[in-house]
C-alpha cells in the first residue's frame, strides 16, 4: 500500500507539472498580457508620462519573465516555486501582494460554501436515489425520475438570477439580502453571532444553487447501480435466506452500489472551485470562483498559474482518495496488483 501511494504521488507530481506547463504555454501565447491590462501603476495612480508608463512596463515584463522564450519563463516560475516556495506577487487584481495571501483569503468561503453543499447533495440523492430503485416503476419512481430530469435541465444562472428576482431584497419575496456579503464583523461593528447571521443569510441561496444540479445527477446514478445490483444472483440469494429487505437493500444491493459513488467522488475536490464560478458571481461573493474571474479578466499570470496549481492539486487528491476508498468500500481490491 505504501509503495503503491509513494508511486501515484511521484505520477501525480509528473502530472502536475504537466499540467501547468500547458498552463503556462496557453496563458502566453493568448492575446494580451498584464502589462498591456491597463495604464495604472503598482498603487493604482495612473501614469501620465508615456516614458514613464514604458519604463514600468518594461520593469513588469521583466518580473513577470514575459521578456523570455516561454519555456525559460516556465522554468523559472517553477524554479522560483521549488526553492522559496514563493508564487509570486499578483499583478493586476491586487498589484504587489502576494497571490497566495489572496487565495488564502478567498479559499475559505469557498471551501465552506461547496462542502455544505456537497453535504446536502449527499444527504438527499443517496436515498432518494436508493428508494427509487426499490420501487423501479412505480409512481413515486416516475414522479422523481421527472423532477430530476427536470431540475438537471434548469441552467444554473438562469436559476440564480430567478432567486434573485423572488426571494431577495427588491423581489416579491424580500427574504435575503442582494447586496454583498459583509467582509468583516469588526469594521460592520457586529458580534460574532451577527456576522455568522449574515453570513447565513448570504451564503442559503448560493447553496441551493450548488446543490440542485448535483443532487439530480447523482440520484439518478445511484438509482442505476442499486438497480443493477439488486436484480444480481447474490440478491436472489439472500432473499432466500429471509432477510429483511432493508438490510438487502442497504447493506448487499448499495454496498456493491458505491463503488460508482466512489468514483464521483474524486470529482468533489476541484469541484470546490469550478463549481462555484457562476454562482460566486451571480451572488457577488467573496471566494474563489470571482477571483478566478478576475484574474482571468485581467491576465494577471502569477495569480492564474497559482489556481491552475491549486486547482490542478485538488484534482489529483480527489482521484487518489479515490482510489484509497475503493478498497474500504470492497477489501476485494488489490491496489498493488
Not at 133 to 139: C, F, I, P, V
Not at 274 to 281: K, P, R
Amino acid at each position: 500500500m505504501i509503495s503503491y501511494i509513494i508511486k501515484r504521488l511521484l505520477l501525480a507530481v509528473i502530472t502536475l507539472t504537466i499540467i501547468l506547463l500547458v498552463s503556462y504555454i496557453m496563458l502566453r501565447l493568448a492575446p494580451g498580457d498584464p502589462t498591456r491590462s491597463d495604464m495604472l501603476t503598482g498603487t493604482g495612480e495612473t501614469v501620465n508620462s508615456q516614458s514613464g508608463f514604458l519604463t514600468q512596463n518594461n520593469s513588469l515584463r521583466e518580473k513577470l519573465n514575459l521578456d523570455k522564450p516561454v519555456l525559460t519563463g516556465f522554468i523559472l516560475w517553477l524554479g522560483n516555486i521549488l526553492r522559496n516556495g514563493d508564487f509570486g506577487e499578483s499583478a493586476t487584481v491586487e498589484p504587489g501582494r502576494k497571490v497566495t495571501d489572496i487565495i488564502a483569503e478567498r479559499a475559505w468561503f469557498t471551501i465552506k460554501l461547496n462542502l455544505w453543499a456537497i453535504f446536502i447533495t449527499y444527504l438527499l440523492s443517496i436515498p432518494i436515489g436508493v428508494f427509487s430503485a426499490a420501487r423501479a416503476g412505480t409512481l413515486f419512481d416516475r414522479s422523481c425520475e421527472t423532477v430530476l430530469f427536470i431540475l438537471y435541465s434548469l441552467p444554473v444562472m438562469w436559476v440564480g438570477l430567478l432567486l434573485q428576482a423572488w426571494l431577495c431584497e427588491g423581489g416579491k419575496f424580500p427574504i435575503f439580502p442582494l447586496a454583498a456579503m459583509p467582509p468583516d464583523p469588526e469594521t460592520l461593528h457586529l458580534s460574532i453571532w451577527e456576522y455568522q447571521w449574515q453570513q447565513l443569510r448570504h451564503t442559503v441561496l448560493p447553496v441551493i444553487c450548488l446543490t440542485y444540479a448535483g443532487f439530480a445527477g447523482l440520484s439518478r446514478y445511484t438509482r442505476g447501480s442499486v438497480l443493477q445490483n439488486i436484480h444480481s444472483d447474490y440478491i436472489r440469494s439472500a432473499r432466500a435466506k429471509g432477510l429483511s429487505e432493508n438490510r438487502i437493500l442497504w447493506k448487499h444491493a448499495f454496498g456493491n452500489a458505491l463503488i460508482t459513488m466512489v468514483t464521483l467522488f474524486s470529482g468533489i475536490l476541484p469541484s470546490l472551485i469550478a463549481g462555484s464560478v457562476i454562482v460566486e458571481y451571480i451572488f457577488n461573493l467573496p471566494g474563489m470562483g470571482t477571483l478566478s474571474l478576475q484574474a482571468l479578466s485581467s491576465r494577471d499570470y502569477p495569480l492564474q498559474m497559482a489556481l491552475f496549481t491549486f486547482a490542478g492539486t485538488l484534482t489529483l487528491t480527489g482521484i487518489l482518495l479515490a482510489d484509497l476508498l475503493y478498497i474500504a468500500v470492497d477489501p476485494r481490491i488489490r491496489l498493488t496488483k
